[in-house]
């Protein structure tokens, strides 16, 4: 029905740094547009503002190896279905223990693992992730208000857990910035959707409709560059712009039909643009 349009937008200038359209969810397309908008920018790092929709542990792992500090919000988790599971027992209120790789329950008992990984596929590619139990489970007075499940609470941790959890620590540490994020990006989509009219593409095929919505991003981005230095001295900076991109030499193929008597002869001219 549609193609998914990502984009990056900068808090100080509110620029569109960062443009891609693809063909799948917000889920696993954190790290690339996350990437492409550290390599624009020509800097080192960043502090990445993003949706709940993007929270997803590879993605982030990966932003945290391109050393890009992101806070995504992250959605409540519940291990079991929600009959079996009330809210003080939820995941979250399992503290890990990264020295001895175990977890506290809320009533101090501990969740082991045998160390074994498993592979789970529901996601893109699949991951990694390792199952914690314990014993006392079956003797707890307060069973059923952590799980339904008849061998005691299961919980699952996966090969991405480490960076998940520092993204979600810095959420909950920053919810006052975190809140600048609907203010820096969502206006630049109201703004090309409702103001300029723009609710629909009119071509079609994934490359093309990436080629036209690049082409609004930058008509957008010229439009607020007006706003911000004016028309005279954005054409003064523009004059004086070294282009970080190799100059290609654009080749031309004339050709030209001399006939004779008998035989047609085509001579073949390269003319340098």
Not at 43 to 48: D, G, M, N, P, R
Not at 140 to 165: H, M, N, Q
Not at 221 to 250: C, E, F
């Amino acid at each position: 029905m549609s193609y998914n349009i990502q984009a990056a937008v900068d808090d100080k200038h509110k620029l569109v740094v960062a443009t891609h359209t693809i063909n799948r969810n917000d889920r696993n397309a954190l790290a690339a547009i996350a990437i492409e908008a550290k390599e624009n920018l020509g800097i080192e790092t960043f502090t990445a503002l993003v949706d709940k929709g993007y929270h997803n542990g590879r993605e982030i792992t990966q932003c945290k190896a391109e050393n890009i500090r992101t806070i995504v919000a992250y959605p409540t988790l519940v291990q079991t279905n929600e009959n079996g599971t009330k809210k003080g027992y939820l995941v979250a209120n399992f503290i890990y223990d990264k020295e001895s790789d175990t977890y506290q329950c809320p009533q101090n008992q501990t969740l082991k693992t045998t160390g074994s990984w498993h592979k789970k596929s529901r996601d893109e590619g699949g991951y990694l992730f390792k199952k914690y139990r314990s014993s006392a489970c079956k003797e707890c007075a307060v069973k059923t208000l952590c799980t339904s499940r008849s061998g005691g609470r299961e919980i699952d941790r996966s090969e991405f857990a480490e960076a998940v959890e520092e993204n979600n620590q810095r959420y909950r540490g920053n919810g006052q910035l975190y809140r600048k994020r609907q203010e820096i990006n969502e206006h630049i989509f109201g703004t090309i959707k409702r103001q300029w009219g723009y609710n629909h593409t009119n071509l079609t095929g994934l490359e093309k409709v990436n080629g036209e919505h690049s082409l609004i991003m930058l008509v957008y981005n010229i439009k607020r560059a007006i706003n911000i230095l004016g028309v005279a001295d954005l054409i003064a900076k523009l004059k004086t712009w070294k282009s970080p991109y190799k100059r290609k030499v654009l080749f031309l193929l004339k050709v030209t039909c001399f006939k004779e008597k008998s035989t047609t002869q085509n001579f073949q001219q390269k003319l340098a643009a």
